[in-house]
């Protein structure tokens, strides 16, 4: 199976699952708000918080122009650079909430918008890099990126079979050579309908890559479910209340809730376990409790056995339920009362 390796930890199938707070707009730009959702991360769980880094001038251009209208989201109305000069984290914030998290021993990334914020987060140092879902089909920025040759998460929101293809390409080509997917839905909110979580395997068989989701549902059932299906990294949104109105949080989750789902998936890889067959050590004590045969009602010696004084029941004492046919017809050999377990040497 694939594995890369981010943060100092080995990502891949048969590995713990590596959980991600997306800090996303929710610091609502208060830098002190900004610290404190990295610290609410580290005691909810988290294995790391993932900024984004990019201002509206980067991301589009100041234009009222219809086509620079939000339509059939949340943010209805808005336009495109109003909603980032109010989403946007700024810039010289980066350095300073790095630091806070690898204070704490949480990791920390980033997502680049464009390539001016890819020279950005390497003039920090980051160890890796995140390609959103709408920038997959950004070629050159995913070129530039790779060619830093960190390891780089893809989101796939959106993107096609032959999208990913070609982005997972181009990567590969730019010099990077370990690169993880997320299955996406890119709505805001997410409806579970929508997840198609049984794209995880395809996606790890289709590119040999570890493949995780990034999740925009409102619940934390869909990141659950997906560990099952070998999701490998959790990406969540992560805000300290929904109350503090922001661009994101309608869709983000709690303290509380990102712990729950941080225990609910350490449960459940742990429940998946490996392939195995048979009675495992807690099971052992139980096995005494299966069928068996017994004398179910006194027995002469020289009589015959028959259904009606042999019969398969709990516990497990006796000869396997495979010998009845064996026994029926048979003679006891001495007398047996009823409630003793059949052995061979009852049986003449």
């Given at each position: 199976m694939p594995f890369i390796e981010i943060c100092g930890r080995r990502i891949g199938q048969g590995q713990p699952v590596f959980i991600v707070a997306e800090i996303s707009a929710n610091h609502n730009q208060n830098y002190e708000q900004a610290v404190r959702l990295i610290h609410e991360a580290k005691k909810a769980g988290a294995d790391a918080i993932k900024l984004q880094t990019y201002t509206p001038d980067t991301i589009t251009i100041k234009c009222n122009n219809d086509d620079f209208r939000v339509k059939d989201t949340i943010w209805d109305g808005m336009y495109l650079y109003d909603l980032y000069a109010e989403s946007y984290m700024p810039w010289e914030w980066h350095d300073g909430l790095m630091r806070e998290a690898q204070t704490l021993g949480l990791g920390v990334f980033s997502t680049a918008f464009d390539p001016t914020a890819v020279d950005f987060l390497e003039g920090l140092g980051v160890t890796l890099h995140k390609v959103a879902s709408f920038e997959i089909v950004d070629i050159p920025l995913i070129e530039k990126i790779a060619a830093t040759g960190k390891p780089l998460i893809i989101s796939t929101g959106m993107a096609t079979l032959g999208e990913i293809e070609e982005a997972v390409h181009a990567a590969w080509n730019a010099g990077a050579d370990r690169i993880a997917l997320l299955k996406c839905t890119s709505a805001y909110p997410a409806s579970p309908d929508e997840m198609n979580l049984r794209t995880i395997p395809h996606l790890s068989?289709?590119?040999?890559?570890?493949?995780?989701?990034?999740?925009?549902?409102?619940?934390?059932?869909?990141?659950?479910?997906?560990?099952?299906?070998?999701?490998?990294?959790?990406?969540?949104?992560?805000?300290?209340?929904?109350?503090?109105?922001?661009?994101?949080?309608?869709?983000?989750?709690?303290?509380?809730?990102?712990?729950?789902?941080?225990?609910?998936?350490?449960?459940?890889e742990r429940a998946l376990g490996r392939v195995h067959y048979g009675a495992n050590k807690q099971e052992a004590k139980s096995l005494i409790f299966r069928r068996s045969l017994f004398v179910v009602k006194d027995i002469r010696?020289?009589?015959?056995?028959?259904?009606?004084?042999?019969?398969?029941?709990?516990?497990?004492?006796?000869?396997?339920?495979?010998?009845?046919?064996?026994?029926?017809?048979?003679?006891?050999?001495?007398?047996?009362?009823?409630?003793?377990?059949?052995?061979?040497?009852?049986?003449?």
């Open positions: 068989e289709a590119f040999g890559v570890p493949v995780g989701i990034s999740d925009h549902t409102l619940g934390i059932e869909v990141p659950i479910a997906s560990v099952a299906l070998g999701a490998c990294i959790i990406e969540k949104h992560f805000t300290i209340s929904r109350s503090l109105k922001g661009p994101d949080s309608a869709f983000s989750l709690e303290p509380r809730e990102f712990a729950c789902m941080v225990e609910a998936i350490r449960i459940a010696a020289g009589e015959a056995f028959t259904n009606n004084n042999v019969r398969s029941i709990r516990p497990g004492y006796g000869l396997h339920p495979r010998h009845l046919k064996e026994i029926l017809g048979r003679h006891a050999t001495r007398d047996f009362r009823q409630g003793t377990p059949l052995g061979w040497d009852m049986v003449a």
